[in-house]
């Protein structure tokens, strides 16, 4: 298993809103931002409930942590995703300044980290993002398979 202790118990956290996600027929992805060891925003898919396409987990995090901390800039956080980010989150995660991104399980259709693109990879970005994956990634693998088995039932 990849990453810290610390990254495990936030990543924890994350498969905690993914669980919720899961129980309210989301798609079951789950996200925390935590800046010094504290958490300062949370969210889970919402795509469904609130008919938006962008209610991405890492989005509603991203705007929880920016109110949270009172500024856009999320410089020195981690975000922990429960899944790899679509492109469209991890463009968001880029423009925040978010300098460290922890996942989970790689998303194979969707994946922007390595699975079909990997956006942080690219060099001509002005910002830097440490990109640590696979924590507790069967977890998430088992969450996942889980709902679209009884989504095919």
């Known amino acids: 298993m990849s990453g810290s202790d610390e990254d495990h118990r936030w990543m924890e956290r994350a498969l905690a809103e993914a669980r919720l996600a899961f129980g309210e027929g ?15 925003g949370r969210g889970r898919n919402s795509v469904e409930r609130l008919g938006d396409p962008t209610a991405h987990a890492e989005m509603l995090a991203l705007t929880a942590a920016a109110g949270t901390l009172g500024s856009w800039r999320l410089n020195g956080c981690t975000l922990y995703a429960s899944l790899e980010p679509c492109t469209m989150c991890i ?20 994946g922007a980290c390595g699975s079909i693109l990997d956006v942080p990879a690219e060099p001509r970005w002005n910002h830097h993002l440490e990109v640590v994956e696979g924590v507790l990634a069967e977890e998430s693998s088992r969450l996942m398979r889980d709902f679209f088995s009884r989504l095919r039932h």
Do not use: M, Q
Not at 32 to 38: A, N, Q, Y
Not at 95 to 101: D, E, Q
């Open 91 to 110: 463009g968001a995660i880029h423009l925040a300044r978010i300098t460290r991104l922890v996942f989970g399980a790689r998303d194979p259709k969707f």
């Open 26 to 40: 989301e798609v079951p992805v789950g996200c925390v931002v935590v800046s010094e060891g504290r958490l300062v």
